[in-house]
């Protein structure tokens, strides 16, 4: 039953990225662009600036092609979103301190790097956005709490609890709830609905809010992190109905998708190009 008032604007997403066809041409003429872009900098020896072009690519040849592929049968869409993966990961690893990867991308870019066994990209990741958070502790308490929240799981994931980042969301937050009721049968279910809720709330771009998941919106990763990290532990993850799960959005695959990284022109192009101080990679 759709009681989420903000369900429209999801429609409206998900309409959108079925309709929207990134046509081969289309593809090629961003991709042309991009690497001249790179190739100037060459010429302007600042090879520390290759990956910062990356990003310019991201969102229509590879998040909304993958989404449009997807939501029309073809599941080689996954591929794209699992290149958008290296993608991100390149973009960090050059250059953490310029924040090409803002934190609006952070929940889906751990969680489908969890889902798919990318534990670097995850881990990276993770230093990424623990230092980013918690040095505004105040803003994101209130701010981009999907991003806190998927953070804190892989800490979890990786250690068995919740980090102290985690205290930053008031105690009355849908989060706070699902990891109080972790163990309690009875109420986890039900806080697991509110989950995908928030989640569809995050995205949703209102006249009173801005979208708080820039990449990998409407594909519900947290879900399926959370069931991964309880059968970790040996709990059952209740079965809930809830639409974010029943689109082609939410099918996501097992084993990672296929994307061959020494295939990938450009992203190939940066790493045999760049050069990079060490002092440029330190996270700070």
């Known amino acids: 039953m759709r009681t989420n008032k903000y369900w429209k604007y999801f429609d409206r997403a998900m309409k959108e990225y079925k309709k929207r066809v990134i046509s081969d041409e289309e593809v090629k003429e961003i991709r042309d662009a991009r690497l001249n872009e790179m190739k100037d900098f060459i010429q302007k020896n600042e090879r520390n600036r290759l990956a910062e072009r990356l990003g310019l690519l991201i969102g229509v040849h590879l998040e909304m092609n993958a989404k449009h592929r997807i939501l029309n049968g073809e599941p080689s869409g996954w591929i794209l979103l699992e290149q958008q993966l290296f993608w991100s990961f390149q973009m960090i690893k050059s250059n953490p301190s310029r924040e090409d990867v803002s934190a609006r991308e952070i929940g889906g870019l751990i969680g489908l790097s969890l889902l798919w066994g990318y534990e670097d ?153 760049e050069k990079i101080p060490d002092s440029q990679r330190i996270i700070r």
């Open 121 to 273: 990209i995850a881990e990276l990741t993770y230093q990424y956005a623990t230092n980013m958070f918690t040095k505004d502790r105040d803003f994101y308490a209130e701010n981009k709490t999907h991003h806190v929240f998927m953070t804190c799981l892989y800490h979890k994931w990786k250690t068995g609890d919740m980090p102290e980042l985690f205290t930053i969301l008031p105690e009355d937050h849908v989060y706070q709830k699902l990891m109080r009721s972790w163990n309690d049968t009875n109420h986890f279910g039900e806080h697991l609905y509110e989950l995908c809720d928030f989640h569809i709330y995050s995205l949703s771009d209102t006249p009173y809010k801005l979208s708080e998941i820039l990449s990998f919106d409407c594909i519900p990763y947290d879900y399926y992190c959370i069931q991964l990290i309880r059968e970790k532990e040996g709990l059952a993850t209740p079965n809930i109905e809830h639409p974010l799960l029943q689109t082609p959005l939410a099918a996501i695959p097992k084993d990672k998708p296929g994307y061959k990284i020494d295939d990938d022109e450009i992203l190939q192009f940066v790493i045999q190009n």
